[in-house]
């Protein structure tokens, strides 16, 4: 079935330093790949997505990237700060509106004041 | 504007009793997920709602869930009997639309610990 690796399921990076998140997908048809961040105790948020005719997206200080031929997408997070510590979850999904979307197992994300 | 909300947000019970999860969508949103995360594990998906309608529940794990979305407002999801595995965070999304770049809104979750 279709499914989605995420790696490393936990990172912990020097605050100012940067966070790379890896993902790689199945399923082929997958076109959209929201990433959720989750801090403690709330709930997952999206804070970026990117779809499959662009191969880099930024925002501020985070960026994916996606490579639809590796079947790779990543998450990468510049200038780290103590409110970037929390899960972060990369996702992929279809086309079609009945197209589940297909989570990956989180990244714990702390930042080392 | 108020998010989604569930309630309980912990729910502590024994094998083989019976728990009755809500969720209330953001309103207008016609699109209702439920979700469940194992501990340390993926966010899997159980099922999805439009309005009333069951959409896909291909993520259901077995006939002990079951999940309602009368009048298509909010939603249960009733485990029963409760087993061990069944314990985990049980999320509730919903989105205005089904296209594939619709933002799903994540309510806070339910924690479910089955004893």
């Known amino acids: 079935g279709e499914n989605v690796e995420q790696h490393p399921s936990t990172l912990s990076v020097q605050e100012g330093d940067s966070a790379v998140i890896k993902c790689t997908y199945s399923?082929?048809?997958?076109?959209?790949f929201p990433w959720y961040k989750q801090e403690l105790g709330k709930r997952p948020q999206l804070i970026i997505d990117?779809?499959?005719?662009?191969g880099e997206k930024k925002d501020q200080r985070i960026a994916v990237t996606l490579n639809k031929t590796a079947k790779h997408f990543s998450l990468h997070i510049t200038e780290t700060q103590p409110e970037d510590s929390a899960v972060y979850f990369c996702?992929?999904?279809?086309?079609?509106?009945?197209?589940?979307?297909?989570f990956g197992s989180g990244t714990r994300l702390s930042i080392r004041p | 504007e108020a998010g989604v909300t569930q309630f309980p947000s912990h729910s502590v019970i024994e094998k083989g009793q019976t728990v009755t999860l809500r969720c209330d969508p953001i309103?207008?949103?016609?699109?209702l997920y439920w979700y469940r995360r194992v501990m340390g594990k993926e966010i899997k998906f159980l099922l999805h709602?439009?309005?009333?309608?069951?959409?896909?529940e291909s993520g259901m794990p077995n006939n002990r869930f079951l999940a309602e979305r009368t009048g298509g407002t909010y939603s249960t999801l009733k485990v029963q009997p409760a087993e061990l595995e069944d314990s985990g965070v049980y999320f509730c999304?919903?989105?205005?639309?089904?296209?594939?770049?619709?933002?799903?809104?994540f309510g806070p979750g339910t924690r479910l610990l089955v004893l």
């Open positions: 309103s207008g949103h016609d699109n």
């Open positions: 399923d082929s048809a997958s076109n959209y």
């Open positions: 999304a919903s989105s205005q639309g089904a296209f594939f770049q619709e933002t799903q809104y």
């Open positions: 709602f439009v309005k009333e309608s069951k959409q896909d």
């Open positions: 996702a992929a999904r279809g086309y079609s509106s009945a197209s589940k979307i297909i």
């Open positions: 990117i779809r499959s005719n662009v």
